[in-house]
């Protein structure tokens, strides 16, 4: 068989191989796109976050960069206390 006969039939191997890689290509970003948005609102609870009102070892939440003022926090869940601690507790630069 030769080029003209194949594209006789509709479909190179070329062209079968392209549509192929755009399609896993487009099937790839609508699942990236679609798990970044649920990454970016999830938050960690305060129990697995080992979440506790009061400082350790001169660390607290006032002192860490996931922190938001006056009482929340970008990582962990629910009410945060300035003096508390968790063990995603990363100091502010």
């Not at 990236?32 to 660390?59: E, F, I, N």
Request: hydrophobic letters at 30%.
């Amino acid at each position: 068989m030769n080029d003209q006969d194949n594209n006789s039939q509709g479909l190179s191997r070329r062209g079968l191989l392209r549509a192929g890689a755009y399609a896993v290509g487009a099937a790839a970003l609508i699942g990236a796109a679609s798990t970044g948005a649920d990454a970016q609102t999830k938050k960690a609870a305060q129990k697995d976050a080992g979440y506790q009102d009061s400082p350790m070892s001169g660390k607290s939440c006032s002192s860490c960069r996931q922190f938001q003022a006056p009482g929340s926090c970008s990582v962990v869940e629910g009410a945060i206390s300035p003096n508390g601690y968790c063990r995603l507790y990363a100091k502010k630069a």
